[in-house]
């Protein structure tokens, strides 16, 4: 009997919330691509004088969010709408409040992340054919469960 894994999109749960602004659940509203990058290493080594090494383990929870959806989709306009309210929130609290937890049903995990901030407004394209538009999100912690 052949072993296999199977792999499907639709099987992944995406939801970007915040109390202020709502939620939107970005696996229903089109996204095509989630990556998730994490920015800092979880151990490193320093050699000694002598010839020793030095294990560090470090604690590094943060990273970078790419989540991939159609241009001018309810997706897209809910995070520019989240976009500009943190750009224009008089409150600095308000600012770390988001959070994206995705949940993998085919895999059998969920990732937790935290003070999920955008880095920028992504690119538009106009051109003869609709594309997805690419919105690079902060996260201040990142977990696997």
């Not at 499907?8 to 659940?25: K, T």
């Not at 979880?42 to 470090?58: E, F």
């Not at 309810?74 to 600012?95: C, E, I, V």
């Amino acid at each position: 009997m052949a072993k296999f894994s199977v792999y499907s999109l639709a099987d992944v749960r995406a939801v970007l919330y915040h109390p202020s602004v709502g939620q939107c659940v970005l696996s229903q509203e089109g996204m095509g691509k989630l990556q998730i990058s994490y920015s800092g290493d979880l151990s490193s080594h320093t050699p000694t004088a002598d010839g020793y090494v030095v294990l560090n383990r470090l604690r590094s929870h943060s990273g970078l969010l790419t989540v991939e959806v159609p241009q001018n989709s309810a997706a897209d306009q809910f995070l520019r709408k989240w976009a500009k309210y943190l750009k224009n929130t008089g409150d600095s609290y308000q600012f770390g409040l988001s959070a994206l937890n995705i949940v993998d049903n085919g895999g059998r995990f969920t990732i937790y992340t935290e003070g999920v901030t955008p880095q920028k407004l992504p690119d538009r394209t106009y051109d003869q054919a609709s594309s997805n538009v690419t919105w690079t999100l902060l996260a201040a912690y990142i977990s696997e469960g």
